[in-house]
């Protein structure tokens, strides 16, 4: 059985992907700032009858937290041959509003979260000589958001550095992909129109949307499962959209 992380399972995107990953076989590592969330996720998976443990109360953006959270994955689960970096947060502010601490606090999350989490699992994977990564970005990145530049800049760099990883990792069995999702109907989408941060309602975008509806966790977590299979291992260090036809 191979060992899955999700980083912020506990929640939204990264809880589907966490049951989907769990429904392939996998034995998932739910991980997440939030211990209580990561603790009912971990909860309905082996409810289920898969595999799940929860590491809650672990924040990505602090590389003793990840390095401590990863070696406990490792001694209960088996090391990591899957790394899905999930966790992230938003923000909408305009240019000249965002202050350095909002700036350093979501590159710190959304960026080097990332990092610490690659750099901990990769020795793992190249000893295993198979790995798969999926950076979940956002469609943003693609294609530039007013008032989120702070965020839009954490992702694109993930992007970035899910490219040169992939150029890396390819020789040692590891493929290194991500997904920019692209308007999905989680907590966070719902706060950020709670918050009149949408420019109208998710009905008032999902009409303007090609496939006519917003994006469910589900189908991020059917395209990540796809990208976590022995079947993918020719795809590597692609930018895998799921937004309903949104980006193109
Ligand atoms: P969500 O419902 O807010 O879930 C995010 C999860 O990450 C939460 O459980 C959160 O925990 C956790 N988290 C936040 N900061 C963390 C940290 N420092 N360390 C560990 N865990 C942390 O959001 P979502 O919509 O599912 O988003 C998942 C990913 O998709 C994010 O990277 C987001 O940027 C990306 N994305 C989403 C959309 C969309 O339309 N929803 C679009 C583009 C990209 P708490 O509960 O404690 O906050």
């Known amino acids: 059985m191979k060992t899955a992380i999700v980083t912020g399972a506990g929640s939204g995107i990264g809880r589907a992907i966490a049951h989907r990953l769990a429904e392939d076989g996998c034995a998932v590592a739910v991980l997440d700032l939030n211990s209580d969330s990561a603790g009912r996720v971990a909860g309905e998976i082996g409810e289920k009858g898969n595999t799940a443990a929860a590491f809650g109360g672990v924040d990505v953006s602090d590389r003793g937290q ?7 994955i490792r001694d209960t689960l088996g ?53 798969r990564i999926v950076n979940i970005s ?46 999905v109907d989680t907590p966070m989408l719902r706060n950020s129109e709670e918050h009149g941060l949408l420019g109208g ?17 589900e189908d991020i977590a059917a395209a990540c499962s796809f990208l976590c299979s022995d079947e993918a291992g020719y795809i590597t260090g692609q930018i895998v959209g799921v937004n309903g036809g949104r980006n193109t």
């Open 201 to 217: 309602t998710i009905e008032q975008h999902a009409d303007r949307t090609p496939v006519r509806r917003p994006g469910r966790p």
């Open 138 to 183: 956002s469609s943003s990145a693609q294609g530039g958001q007013q008032f989120m530049a702070h965020y839009v800049a954490s992702k694109a760099g993930l992007i970035g550095m899910t490219k040169s990883l992939a150029l890396e990792l390819g020789p040692s069995g590891i493929t290194v992909n991500t997904i920019p999702p692209g308007f």
């Open 66 to 72: 990840v390095d401590a959270a990863i070696q406990q």
């Open 79 to 131: 090391p990591p041959a899957v790394l899905v970096n999930n966790a992230g947060i938003t923000g909408f502010k305009k240019f000249l509003n965002i202050s350095d601490e909002v700036w350093d606090r979501t590159l710190a999350i959304n960026l080097s979260g990332p990092f610490y989490c690659c750099q901990a699992v990769v020795p793992d994977m190249v000893e295993a000589g198979w790995g």
